[in-house]
């Protein structure tokens, strides 16, 4: 028998998330380490008359394909996958890997002959589409998350299965101010970042398109990013862990740059043009994340906190006549402004709107973890 709180999960993430309708399709990619969540959605999915399609994959097989990956062997999977996507009326792709770091030792130029030519020519195919992504829950999460396993299970159905709507209508506020803001400041610990989003278009994330979700987010005009930026939240980028990230940019470009793993760091950096200029400011405030655990899906949704993304901007964010950012990258790069982290401060054209973490003007404060809980 399925856990209740899968069923509610599967039905929120096929009628919430995805709007799924009879006579549409719909692409499921997971483990079979997730087979209860994917029965549930593809029994939801039937009950709409809709028509599921489901792709298994496992993190050791995926390991020993892109050991041998070249650009002919990616450009076919793009065409063998092409038409499935293209067709497809919505996407669920549900994470699991019993060890996060299987990619660490695939050479990072395979990895970047994957992300080129099949990679990101999907991403973009499912951008115009109905789609959203989450983990399954397993010991390994919970081992990162520092908790037992039942304690993780408990955690993840709160994050994935909190009042959303809730969540959506007290962002509109933000997003508003966002919409009529001209030039950003964020002030914290070896930090003093300025740049502007006059004219972009934020966006508002509230699980549509990310299990867990909460953050609502832009683009920085792309050329007007100055200043340094020290993120104090580990990220996991693909198999290799960077502390500490350090990035000092001038007019959107990033001249300097530092974490635990520099080298790979500048790997990433240098791989295209684009790579060096961010694509999404954003701000999180999901109420029962509150620590991070190397996963970008949950650690980017953390109370408290912002994040910025090295590359890939999103174009239905820029605004008219922005110059848009494209890469094959993009990196989402987590500060947290928790006083127990350091704190910190937003200003909005010098105007204070959260300071170590709480929003402070009256119309946000329904942002803050005690009010979104």
């Not at 792709?55 to 999977?77: F, P, W």
């Not at 996407?91 to 030792?105: A, P, Q, T, V």
């Not at 509230?206 to 005009?221: A, H, M």
Request: charged content about 25%.
């Amino acid at each position: 028998m399925i856990d209740s709180r899968i069923n509610i999960l599967a039905k929120n993430l096929v009628e919430y998330s995805c709007k799924l309708q009879k006579g549409q399709t719909i692409v499921i990619v997971g483990s079979e380490k997730a087979k209860e969540l994917i029965i549930a959605i593809v029994r939801h999915a039937y009950s709409l008359g809709a028509y599921p399609f489901v792709r298994l994959g496992n993190s050791r097989i995926g390991r020993e394909v892109a050991m041998g990956m070249t650009e002919e062997r990616a450009k076919l999977a793009l065409k063998y996958d092409l038409t499935m996507y293209q067709d497809a009326h919505a996407y669920i792709g549900i994470g699991h890997s019993s060890n996060i770091f299987e990619s660490s030792d695939v050479p990072i130029e395979k990895k970047q002959l994957y992300a080129k030519h099949c990679g990101k020519p999907i991403s973009d195919i499912l951008d115009k589409k109905k789609w959203v992504c989450l983990r399954w829950p397993n010991p390994s999460m919970a081992q990162l998350a520092q908790t037992s396993v039942e304690k993780f299970e408990d955690f993840f159905f709160d994050v994935c299965n909190l009042d959303y709507a809730k969540m959506h209508k007290a962002m509109v506020p933000l997003k508003k101010l966002m919409e009529t803001t001209d030039r950003v400041r964020i002030v914290a610990p070896d930090t003093d970042l300025t740049f502007s989003i006059k004219g972009q278009k934020p966006e508002i994330c509230s699980g549509e398109c990310n299990i867990p979700d909460g953050e609502i987010y832009t683009n920085p005009v792309r050329d007007s990013v100055n200043g340094k930026i020290r993120f104090n939240i580990p990220s996991l980028q693909k198999g290799i862990i960077h502390n500490n990230i350090t990035l000092t940019f001038k007019d959107g470009k990033v001249v300097e740059s530092s974490s635990s793993s520099t080298a790979a760091l500048t790997k990433e950096l240098d791989q295209d043009e684009g790579a060096r200029f961010t694509g999404e400011f954003a701000l999180g405030v999901n109420p029962f994340v509150t620590k991070p655990m190397m996963d970008t899906l949950f650690d980017e949704k953390m109370a408290m906190s912002i994040h910025i993304a090295l590359g890939n901007g999103y174009p239905k964010n820029y605004g008219k006549g922005a110059v848009k950012n494209k890469s094959q990258i993009h990196w989402d790069i987590v500060q947290s402004h928790d006083p127990k982290r350091g704190g910190g401060e937003i200003y909005f054209d010098d105007r204070l709107i959260r300071k170590d973490g709480f929003f402070v003007l009256p119309e946000l404060q329904d942002l803050n973890p005690d009010r979104l809980k």
